[in-house]
């Protein structure tokens, strides 16, 4: 599979890395993050505070930078258009994230305190929803209506998957493609329309929006995977946010269905037992049994089949400028996951 993927992904971009991507892209990341700052302006006086708290520039920005890749030009000139709609998708997501929070009862996001911890779960809730509204509000004001459909659809979307997700709950019957429907409509879809509106708002043709459009949600599946697994192989202090909320909280996921595939029946029934709020199983003993069973491999096998996918759709449009740094978005997931599998996976 590793082969597949080095294979494809020489076919589209000059030998480059992802450092070399940020540095083009700097410009107008700067850009976001002073529409941002300037965005917390428009909230109520009262909120300003918990609106910057949640705002800040600390973050990877990553939905964003799909819009700017997507929307590359060549010539590093940062587009207006292209900072309003980044800016649009960076506040939904973190409106997603800050209920996400109070869901997962989780304490720590981007090495801090969550906006749940920080303020309490009533008020964070409503600070969500103002996050949701302001970002509604900042793509209504593009010339078209569009960019506002296409958002809004996106956020009842990735609500709807949200909604799925809490509903099955402690439900041991999930199958693959229920699975990968939920991580479809609660992440894929956000990446999915940051990459197309990139490439429609620079005026790319409709053929490459499609295809930009493709890859986002290919790339979306991939980053709800490895993030899945993250939250059972990943460490706190390096990753910056709280782990094993999936298992605290009940939710079926890539890893704990490979892991229960492959465990005696009387570990299936501690884990089950775990899921449903009974007998704990624990972070750690879940962990070591991961290791053991060397279930990072299969997950991250179903990371890269995504990560194929993604690059194989912009084979037709190799000569354009987005191409090459599209391609570094998914070899900057595979570093990340081959830095995250190796240990685990380890003897």
């Not at 049994?289 to 890269?304: C, D, F, N, T, W």
């Amino acid at each position: 599979m590793a082969n597949t993927v080095a294979q494809a992904d020489a076919q589209l971009a000059p030998n480059t890395d992802a450092h070399g991507l940020f540095e083009r892209i700097r410009p107008h990341l700067a850009a976001l993050d002073a529409f941002m700052r300037k965005e917390v302006e428009n909230f109520e006086p009262e909120i300003r505070e918990m609106a910057a708290y949640c705002l800040d520039t600390t973050g990877k920005r990553l939905r964003p930078t799909m819009v700017f890749v997507s929307g590359w030009q060549g010539d590093g000139v940062v587009s207006e258009q292209l900072v309003r709609a980044a800016g649009v998708v960076e506040m939904v997501h973190l409106a997603t994230l800050v209920h996400d929070d109070i869901m997962d009862r989780a304490e720590i996001r981007r090495s801090r305190r969550t906006a749940s911890r920080e303020f309490g779960p009533d008020a964070a809730v409503l600070l969500g929803d103002a996050l949701f509204s302001q970002a509604l509000h900042i793509a209504s004001q593009f010339p078209t209506t569009e960019v506002c459909r296409l958002v809004s659809e996106s956020t009842r979307k990735v609500c709807s998957g949200e909604i799925m997700q809490t509903l099955r709950r402690r439900d041991i019957n999930i199958s693959l493609a229920e699975y990968r429907r939920m991580i479809d409509l609660k992440t894929a879809e956000l990446f999915r329309v940051s990459c197309f509106l990139g490439a429609r708002l620079s005026g790319h043709a409709p053929a490459f929006a499609a295809a930009a459009d493709r890859f986002g949600h290919h790339l979306g599946i991939a980053y709800q995977i490895y993030d899945d697994l993250v939250d059972f192989v990943g460490e706190e202090q390096r990753i910056g946010k709280t782990l094993g909320t999936d298992l605290a909280t009940g939710k079926l996921t890539l890893p704990l269905m490979l892991l229960l595939e492959r465990v005696s029946a009387d570990e299936r029934s501690a884990i089950v037992a775990a899921l449903r709020g009974g007998r704990p199983l624990g972070l750690p003993a879940s962990k070591q049994r991961m290791k053991e069973l060397g279930i990072a491999s299969g997950v991250v096998r179903a990371i890269e089949e995504e990560l194929v996918a993604a690059v194989s759709v912009l084979a037709s449009f190799g000569q354009l400028a987005p191409v090459p740094l599209m391609r570094l978005l998914s070899e900057m997931l595979r570093q990340q996951v081959a830095a995250l599998s190796a240990p685990a996976d380890s003897p």
